[in-house]
């Protein structure tokens, strides 16, 4: 294992020092004092490495990641996983918004409340389905043209009906499960709200159990509450729009 | 790699402290704050606002203006002179730094308008300082006052945020209310005048974003006596909560109503009284709606607000820690000067945060 103390140092320093970090061999980097530096861990492919962060981290944490194990203990800032490939990236705090842009895979736990437009254009293919469990409350456009992954929110601590607007627009794949309940006037004219059935059910279990497994709690005692699934109407919402 | 493919993470910075019970701190903090958002900005446009700062002549506007040339200068002092009893005039203090170039002439004046010519104009002195920003920004070319108000004062140029704070010495300031913005101008040039915050009497604004609704605010505004002539967007805000607050009489946040009005969609589903509040502000003030992203920090010597768009799209962070409330576009701005907060998070979309100082700070 490797420390770096990020103190006073820049984005483009603390990122090279990680890489050469990697290239000596180490497969564990604790890094602390970490002030709003950002693209940690971007780009990095490497299945065995484990990052562990503390402070507050700079935008896009962990973008364009592949298998990277990242834990951070503080808040996040904006981007958290943009467009992740595969790995782990685990907050303990709370994020800002688009929480998951575009990712392709991988799996994103946060303990806290998160911002707007997280699952922003997601997607999925075969075995690759990004996952985004928030324990807290998420902003409005939560899931916005999402096209593949899962998000679930816990709402922990939140009002159990969702304050968020807009909730999927533009959505035309994947799911979004939300514990407690949305209005009708604030989901996207694109998705439906849906009951849980027993595959839904075995999905959120499996997730539950990993995201409790971070966070030290029974996260099974959640599956009791309501829940509730947004699905799209259509995979091709605008499929008329230009051709007809 | 070639040069002009090289990424610049920029994206406006914004920034802002206040100490409720007007304990004045110096510039040092604020400009910690922007040092951390560095990135965001890219040198081409810098500026703080500071509240609290001229505590020995707290009645006085205090006029902060920049000038292209001395004969400009010569100008604006005859027509200062025509029209204000001035209690003292004096160059801003600057060092001389290598990463700040070619500046144009700083001057302050602390003046009161003449009771003669208010008499004469029938005017309220509020309205003649306006008048008096307006005709010198229209009238007298290469002349740009920065801001206005009693107390207070803008100093901004081109450079990045923790160079133009050096360059104005601002450690020696104290304020209580502090301000700031570092430009990553996108459809303006970056010039002196045109870096946040922009200003009209006691009111600043700095902002991160973009108001494409920008012409038919203009328009709007100019009915009204506010001419914008200073290329960047933001000016129409600064005019806007002038006009709205202190002209028309709303309260700030019915006046926040009208620069993030309530959708359409939400205002059917309302009490009967609160949609025809709503439907009347934006019957009547649709052209001051701000449309595109923003997230703003007004401040005047009795608060400080953060604002964002309807839908979000910048971003904004709030921190607490006893007496002192911050501001920024990034939380670890907030946490450079305070590591342990008692509160932070985000603002919500088109909702107002309104810190306010203690009645007895400013009366």
């Not at chain 2, 002192?324 to 979309?349: C, T």
């Amino acid at each position: 294992m490797i420390n770096i103390d990020a103190l006073n140092m820049d984005s483009r320093e603390l990122n090279k020092k990680i890489k050469e970090s990697i290239e000596d061999g180490h497969k564990e980097i604790n890094i602390i004092n970490v002030l709003g530096q950002r693209f940690i861990g971007n780009g990095i492919q490497n299945k065995e490495l484990k990052i562990t962060i503390n402070g507050t981290v700079g935008n896009d944490l962990g973008m364009f990641m592949d298998g990277v194990d990242i834990e951070l203990f503080g808040n996040a800032q904006d981007g958290v996983g943009n467009t992740l490939n595969s790995g782990t990236i685990c907050v303990h705090g709370r994020a800002g918004d688009v929480v998951g842009y575009a990712a392709r895979g991988g799996k994103i736990f946060i303990e806290k409340d998160v911002g707007y437009r997280v699952g922003i254009h997601m997607k999925e293919f075969k075995e690759n389905v990004p996952t985004v469990v928030i324990g807290g409350s998420a902003g409005s456009f939560l899931g916005e043209y999402m096209a593949g992954g899962i998000l679930v929110i816990l709402n922990l601590d939140s009002p159990k009906i969702m304050k968020a607007d807009a909730i999927g627009t533009g959505m035309h794949g994947g799911k979004i499960y939300i514990r407690g309940d949305v209005n009708a006037n604030n989901i996207g004219k694109e998705v439906v709200i849906l009951d849980i059935d027993d595959d839904d059910y075995k999905i959120l279990k499996k997730i539950l159990g990993d995201y409790g497994k971070k966070f030290n709690f029974n996260s099974e005692d959640l599956l009791k509450d309501n829940f509730i699934k947004l699905k799209a109407i259509s995979h091709r919402p605008y499929g008329n729009l230009y051709a007809y | 790699m070639i040069p002009a493919l090289e990424h610049i993470p920029s994206g406006c910075a914004a920034a802002g402290i206040m100490n409720k019970s007007g304990i004045r701190i110096s510039g040092d903090a604020i400009m910690d704050m922007m040092s951390v958002m560095h990135s965001r900005s890219n040198g081409l446009g810098g500026g703080f606002a500071a509240y609290g700062i001229y505590p020995e002549t707290p009645d006085n506007y205090c006029l902060h203006i920049m000038f292209d040339t001395e004969s400009a200068k010569r100008e604006v002092d005859s027509l200062i002179e025509e029209n204000f009893i001035v209690e003292r005039q004096e160059k801003i203090p600057t060092k001389i730094i290598n990463e700040i170039k070619d500046p144009p002439l700083l001057w302050r004046y602390f003046v009161l308008p003449k009771p003669e010519k208010l008499v004469a104009k029938n005017m309220h002195a509020d309205d003649f300082v306006v008048k008096l920003v307006m005709l010198v920004n229209t009238r007298i070319p290469g002349s740009y006052v920065n801001s206005s108000g009693k107390n207070m004062g803008v100093f901004k140029g081109v450079g990045y945020p923790e160079d133009i704070g050096r360059f104005f010495m601002l450690e020696k300031y104290g304020a209580y209310i502090w301000t700031a913005h570092g430009r990553f101008p996108t459809n303006t040039p970056g010039w002196w005048a045109g870096a946040h915050p922009f200003s009209i009497l006691d009111w600043t604004v700095v902002h991160n974003g973009e108001i494409s609704s920008y012409g038919i605010n203009k328009r709007f505004l100019e009915t009204y006596g506010y001419e914008c002539v200073l290329l960047t967007d933001t000016e129409v805000i600064a005019y806007t909560f002038d006009l709205l607050v202190r002209k028309h009489g709303l309260p700030l946040d019915i006046a926040c109503n009208v620069v993030a009005s309530k959708f359409w969609k939400d205002i059917e589903l309302m009490p009967e009284e609160e949609k025809k509040l709503h439907t009347a502000l934006r019957m009547t003030y649709g052209n001051l709606l701000l449309n595109g992203p923003f997230a703003i920090i007004v401040a005047t010597n009795n608060y400080m607000m953060g604002l964002n768009d309807r839908i979000k799209l910048r971003p904004l962070v709030y921190g607490k820690k006893g007496e002192f409330s911050y501001l920024a576009s990034e939380e670890s701005s907030i946490r450079k000067v305070e590591s342990n907060l008692d509160d932070v998070y985000s603002l919500v979309a088109g909702k107002p945060l309104k810190v306010e100082v203690n009645k007895d700070v400013c009366a």
